[in-house]
């Protein structure tokens, strides 16, 4: 039915604060049916083209975006030489890895990095992959196998090996696919995996290279056994936490004499393979039995009392019993002095036939529990105390670690590590945050040599051969192996059967994921790497690894001018290393899986989508702290994206009905602005600026915050506010247009500040805004600062008008006036604010809903008033019949009594002679301004307080 008498009143339609589709709908039916069904059909097409939808749906928007990106190739980069590369190279999760919030905090990070330099033109290439982690991946098959009643042993290495690199195929990329939730933007052209066969190529080509030059070699050692997985492990490999333990006293009788030395151990099981006492030279206890000999007990072996300065006279009773085969320190003490190394276990942890015979083929803690007993009996021992031990256990499995003498290959660290440890102390390398050089420094300083070798039959085999006569040699091939071994063509040689630690392929990421030992043009642009983004676990395991390597294997390889490399900055395999945060929940316990704290990242883009988890992560990592984390924080970013999506919606629908399509935001327009505009203009510029020097510095959480301060409260809050007046307003058309095309200006620079940290949303909305003729925002050029723009005073001023309307608006919340009731506003201000308050009184009038906004003198102030003190501009509220007089009075006597003691707190400050003597004469000055400020304010409150007190 035609709705008769509205075509007198269409200008109320238009004047109506609903959205454009209705508008057009209401205006088209005041014209009749026929025109309805006219603009109804016009109205539909807009809407599933343009019109933007009133909710923001992350689903409907992430995995469409991220496959547009895809196929279209916009994370892959190429040699441009007219370019500057910038490089991130993915720390490797391992392939039987699934994503976590350690994943998402790291890989955000790297995504905000690559973006933001990728936006900047540079070409911004991150290598993704993941890593074949040897004892993990073994264990999970092998498990696998268990299930199904089949041994590893049974099936041999061959069939052995065919299994995991099928399993590897059906479920090690779970991890890589899981990334692409998250919107990450890595190469996956580039995409590599520690055992491809030209990683492998490298692994070989460095193996054969160090062996030559004697970097590596084969010997008995102490190395941390896992009786488990029945391998070696590093020291880095090896879990040590404090445990409540015992400390045994035994007796052990001195030949000839009366005499007895008590030696304390926390692992009496061992002493079966003692083969000597030690103390102190300068131990004035000992010092007559030094020469003399013990007595095993139990066992009856002669063992010597030597003497070494390696004792420590304060531990236990200054005796120590010394087992070459079964402490890394007693190994070292037998070497100094020529002691016999006796194993006393199998590789399983079971005593073998060097344990008397009660005890051989006892597991060694049951081992343990039987020979104390026997000793107990037999008079050994004299005391059991409590005693905490750093026990360590395998990182993986988590069985205790066995001390263990066996022949292993090694590589020669102290070679490696000088020129690791220069090129972080004079800075080529910089670490975020800077404390961890420290850490890096004492681990360089104290360095062992790597255990290399491990006894499984996944990972990169060690290429060594060995032939008949037990001679061996490193090499490529098995030709190779003959003609180094000077054997004829057809003489047999054998492998060693022991493969590389999971570690010797990742040290050579950087290189080796670019075609190293090849010489590619890859190798020259993109190698050294610009920044590392890591945890700190793993700053002994890879980092300073990665660092030996590159400056080890990159001498003399060319540079991207076609030069030799020879600088440290040519040799160093990153610029800056981020240290990332470690991921703990809201009571503070580091997420694991043991404490089931840690939610699953897929189930949380599913709830919030990935965009608000990536902003959220960033906004709650300062660099160097600890992240405390709880899904419901996801709120944050959450409600961040709700916000830029509902601001992007209300300036494109005042656009399309103010300019009639979507405007050319080619170029800023700049007639017909006023404060706001050049505030805001102001603040958009402020923010650049900062952006880039707090992301020069991986302060990314600061970055995150500058967004949301002003995205959310400078744009949405404030302009936004400020420019409906405008929109609604009388002014001609031509300004309505440059004000709304203004707004969008700054709105698509905002989208393009926040696209590295929400890229999604960013995208979709930057899409809307004009016509991109096929450009996308991952592509499109960032912002950079344009000082002409950053007016301080004018942010002065808006930060008075600011402060003002919130005064006002606490006010009318303080006095419980109503939202829709108008008020008058009165003023008493100096010539400046005066002139502020005058120019920008409809904006005022607008956001404090006043009738009126009006200047008068002290002597104009009536007196049942409510008022507020802004920067010596006094504000008043005329109150008659509207409040409760009592209820005013408590409130500025409140604000009165919290300003005195914030006075007064500044003036212990500037009592405090330390203080004023050592801050710096800006700061000192700045309190006293303060002070003077907030004692003007009290002066005129307590002149409001009066009136009311009379009134």
Request: charged share 30%; with cysteine; hydrophobic share 40%.
């Amino acid at each position: 039915m035609y709705l008769q008498g509205w075509g007198r009143t269409r200008s109320v339609v238009q004047d109506l604060r609903l959205p454009l589709t209705c508008r057009h709908l209401l205006t088209a039916y005041s014209y009749g049916p026929d025109r309805f069904l006219v603009a109804s059909s016009y109205v539909k097409s807009k809407m599933s083209s343009t019109e933007l939808p009133k909710t923001y749906d992350p689903k409907s928007v992430e995995d469409r975006w991220y496959a547009s990106w895809e196929q279209g190739r916009h994370f892959h980069a190429s040699v441009h030489p007219d370019r500057k590369p910038y490089t991130i190279v993915i720390p490797p999760p391992n392939i039987t890895g699934i994503l976590t919030m350690g994943h998402i905090l790291n890989n955000a990070i790297q995504d905000i990095l690559i973006r933001y330099k990728r936006m900047q033109g540079f070409e911004a290439c991150w290598v993704p992959g993941t890593d074949h982690a040897g004892i993990a991946t073994q264990n999970v098959v092998e498990k696998a196998l268990a299930r199904d009643g089949v041994d590893r042993r049974e099936l041999g290495r061959e069939k052995f090996v065919e299994r995991v690199w099928s399993w590897r195929e059906e479920y090690g990329k779970t991890i890589i696919r899981q990334l692409r939730k998250l919107g990450v933007s890595a190469d996956w052209d580039r995409e590599r995996f520690t055992m491809d066969e030209g990683l492998s190529e490298a692994v070989k080509e460095v193996f054969v290279r160090m062996f030559d030059k004697g970097l590596i070699y084969r010997g008995k050692y102490i190395v941390n056994w896992c009786p488990f997985h029945q391998t070696a492990l590093s020291d880095d490999e090896v879990d040590t936490n404090e445990t409540e333990g015992s400390l045994y006293y035994v007796r052990y009788r001195i030949e000839g004499t009366n005499d007895v030395a008590v030696v304390a151990t926390t692992r009496p099981e061992t002493m079966l393979g003692d083969t000597a006492l030690c103390v102190n030279p300068k131990d004035e206890r000992y010092k007559h039995l030094i020469g003399r000999t013990a007595i095993l007990p139990i066992v009856g072996r002669r063992l010597p009392i030597i003497a070494d300065d390696y004792i420590d006279t304060g531990f236990g009773t200054g005796f120590m019993k010394v087992t070459p085969a079964h402490d890394a320190n007693d190994f070292l003490l037998g070497q100094r002095h020529n002691l016999a190394h006796i194993n006393v276990m199998t590789t399983n942890g079971v005593m073998n036939h060097h344990a008397p015979s009660p005890y051989e083929g006892l597991d060694r803690f049951e081992c343990r529990k039987r020979l104390v007993k026997d000793l107990q009996e037999q008079g050994f021992i004299e005391k059991i105390d409590k005693h905490t031990v750093n026990l360590g256990k395998c990182y993986r499995c988590q069985t205790v670690i066995e001390p263990y003498l066996s022949d292993q290959w090694f590589v020669r660290m102290q070679p490696l590590a000088k020129p690791a440890l220069r090129v972080v102390k004079n800075g080529s390398i910089k670490f975020y945050p800077e404390r961890w050089v420290k850490v890096y420094e004492h681990w360089m300083d104290n360095i062992r040599d790597w255990c290399i070798s491990r006894q499984l039959w996944w990972g990169h085999r060690i290429p060594v051969y060995f032939a008949d006569d037990g001679r061996y040699t490193a090499a490529r091939n098995e030709a190779e192996a003959r003609t180094k071994l000077q054997l004829p063509a057809d003489a047999p040689v054998r492998q060693d059967e022991d493969v590389l630690d999971t570690w010797f392929s990742s040290w050579l990421w950087p290189m080796s994921v670019f075609g190293w030992p090849e010489d590619s043009k890859d190798l020259r642009y993109f190698n050294p790497t610009d920044t590392l983004v890591t945890g700190p676990d793993i700053i002994f395991f890879w980092v300073a690894r990665m660092v030996m390597s590159n400056m080890e294997f990159m001498r003399d390889m060319p540079n991207h001018r076609g030069k030799p490399r020879h600088t440290d900055e040519e040799l160093i395999p990153f610029r800056s290393v981020y240290f990332t945060s470690i991921i703990r929940d809201s009571q503070g316990r580091k997420m694991s899986k043991s404490l089931g704290n840690s939610p699953d990242p897929l189930a949380v883009i599913d709830e919030y989508g990935a965009d608000a988890l990536r902003y959220t992560m960033a906004y709650l990592a300062p660099l160097g702290q600890d992240v405390l984390f709880s899904t419901e924080r996801c709120e944050i970013g959450r409600n961040f994206a709700n916000k830029v999506w509902n601001a992007g919606r209300f300036l494109l629908m005042n656009a399309d009905e103010i300019c009639g399509a979507r405007p050319s935001l080619d170029e800023m327009p700049l007639d017909k602005m006023d404060l706001a505009d050049r505030w805001i203009l102001s603040r958009l510029q402020s923010t650049i600026r900062d952006y880039h020097a707090q992301l020069g510095e991986f302060r990314i959480n600061e970055v995150s915050k500058l967004l949301y301060d002003f995205i959310w409260h400078d744009f949405c809050d404030w302009y936004v506010e400020l420019a409906k007046a405008r929109f609604t307003g009388d002014e001609p058309s031509e300004v309505k247009k440059a004000v709304v095309t203004r707004a969008l200006w700054v709105f698509d620079q905002a989208l393009r500040l926040l696209h590295p940290f929400m890229p999604f949303i960013s995208e979709e909305l930057w899409q809307h805004l004009t016509d991109r003729k096929g450009a996308l925002l991952i592509r499109a050029a960032f912002p950079t600062v344009d000082d002409d723009w950053i007016e301080e005073s004018t942010e002065r001023r808006m930060a008075f008008v600011q402060r003002l309307i919130e005064s006002v608006r606490t006010i009318r919340g303080e006095n419980n006036l109503p939202p829709g009731k108008e008020l008058r506003l009165l003023v008493i201000a100096d010539a400046e604010r005066a002139d502020t308050v005058t120019h920008y009184q409809r904006y005022i009038s607008r956001l404090v809903k006043a009738s009126s906004v009006e200047l008068i003198t002290a002597s104009q102030k009536p007196k049942l008033v409510a008022g507020s003190v802004v920067d010596g501009t006094e504000l008043y509220v005329p109150l008659a019949g509207l409040i409760d007089l009592g209820a005013e009075r408590a409130r500025v006597e409140k604000e009165i009594a919290r300003l005195r003691g914030l006075a007064d707190g500044i003036a212990k400050k500037l009592e405090n002679e330390s203080f004023v003597q050592r801050a710096p004469k800006e700061i000192v000055e700045k309190e006293r301004e303060k002070r003077a400020s907030v004692l003007e304010n009290i002066a005129k409150l307590e002149e409001n307080l009066a009136s009311l007190r009379d009134a």
